[in-house]
C-alpha cells in the first residue's frame, strides 16, 4: 500500500485475527447492555470489554510497516529478530505438558475437594513445576493466591462456590 512516498505491508493475518476479537468483544459488551444497565450486570464486563477494545486500538498501528527502498532490496533469508521461537527442548515440552495436566486436574478437583484447596494446590504446583524450590516460598505464595482468589471471587460474583476451609 502506498501513502504518498511512502510504501507500507500490512500484516493481514494479525490485522484479521485482532479484528475479529474487537468485533466479538464489542458484539458482547452491546448484547450485555441490551440484557440490563443494572450495575451488577455490568460490574465485570464492561469495564474489560473497554480495556479489550483500547488495547484492540493500542494493536492495530502494528499491523502497518513502513518499508523502505532498501529494506526491500535486502534477501529474505535473514531471520526476524522478534520473531517468536517455540523451545522444542524435551525438557521445556514436558514442562508445558506437566503444566497442561496440572490446570486440567485443578479444574476438576474444583467441586470435588473445593475450590480453596485445589487453587492453592495448582498454584504450588505450577510454581514447583517451573522451578520454585524452596517451600516457604511455595507455601506462601499459594496461600496468598489462594486468599485473594477466593475472597475476590466473592466480593465480585455471587457464586456459591464450594470451599472446604474458606
Not at 76 to 81: G, I, N, T
Request: charged share 15%; net charge neutral.
Amino acid at each position: 500500500m502506498r501513502i504518498g512516498r511512502q510504501t507500507y505491508a500490512i500484516d493481514y493475518g494479525h490485522l484479521a485475527l485482532i479484528t475479529l476479537i474487537a468485533a466479538a468483544v464489542f458484539w458482547y459488551l452491546l448484547d450485555a447492555r441490551s440484557v440490563s444497565l443494572s450495575i451488577n450486570n455490568l460490574l465485570l464486563v464492561q469495564p474489560v470489554a473497554i480495556f479489550a477494545l483500547a488495547l484492540y486500538l493500542f494493536i492495530l498501528p502494528q499491523c502497518f510497516h513502513k518499508v523502505e527502498a532498501r529494506a526491500a532490496e535486502k534477501p529474505v533469508d535473514e531471520a526476524d529478530p522478534f520473531a517468536v521461537k517455540l523451545s522444542t527442548d524435551r525438557a521445556d515440552v514436558i514442562r508445558m505438558a506437566a503444566l497442561g495436566l496440572s490446570l486440567g486436574l485443578m479444574v476438576f478437583l474444583l467441586d470435588v475437594i473445593g475450590y480453596d484447596i485445589a487453587i492453592f494446590l495448582f498454584a504450588a504446583a505450577a510454581m514447583a513445576i517451573c522451578g520454585e524450590r524452596r517451600p516457604l516460598h511455595l507455601l506462601g505464595f499459594s496461600l496468598v493466591v489462594t486468599l485473594v482468589t477466593i475472597y475476590g471471587f466473592r466480593a465480585l460474583i455471587s457464586y456459591p462456590m464450594p470451599t472446604t476451609l474458606l
